[in-house]
């Protein structure tokens, strides 16, 4: 499971003096707890890895959306620490799908669900995201389902 891969590493980078990694790791646990008490309340998906690897997918896209605004204020330095933050969060996530696995996992899906048009792309991405969520950008995978659709 994910959360003990989570709790191991930040015991090692504790014991290691890892000061950066360790505060990263402990936002991560931060990030997960949130979601939990969030997942009280509403529907939270059946296996626990999928809510896992929503939240660090979730952290990587906010750092990355942070470090476009550091470049462009010219802030070098706090662009370097989330790049930083980005290397530890991605060595929990799974390997993601290259664009060719996605392509064919969406024209698989497309032809499974007999798609033909854009009024079925909410279908595809519905089935897209309960195959694949794990190992997946889907802010990516949107773009390819409307070359694919259209």
Known sequence: M?????KTALVTAMK???KAGTATIRLI??????RDIEARTGKSPD????LVV????KMVKQRRESIDMYVKGGRQELADAESAEIVVIEQFLPQQMTEAETTAAI???KAELGA??????GRVMAELKTRHATSLDMSKASGLVKAALS
């Open 2 to 6: 994910i959360r003990d891969d989570i």
């Open 16 to 18: 290691g003096g890892d």
């Open 29 to 34: 646990q931060s990030a997960i707890k949130n």
């Open 47 to 50: 296996d626990d890895n999928v």
């Open 54 to 57: 929503e939240v660090l997918q």
């Open 107 to 109: 024209l698989a899906i």
């Open 116 to 121: 033909d048009g854009m009024k079925d792309m």
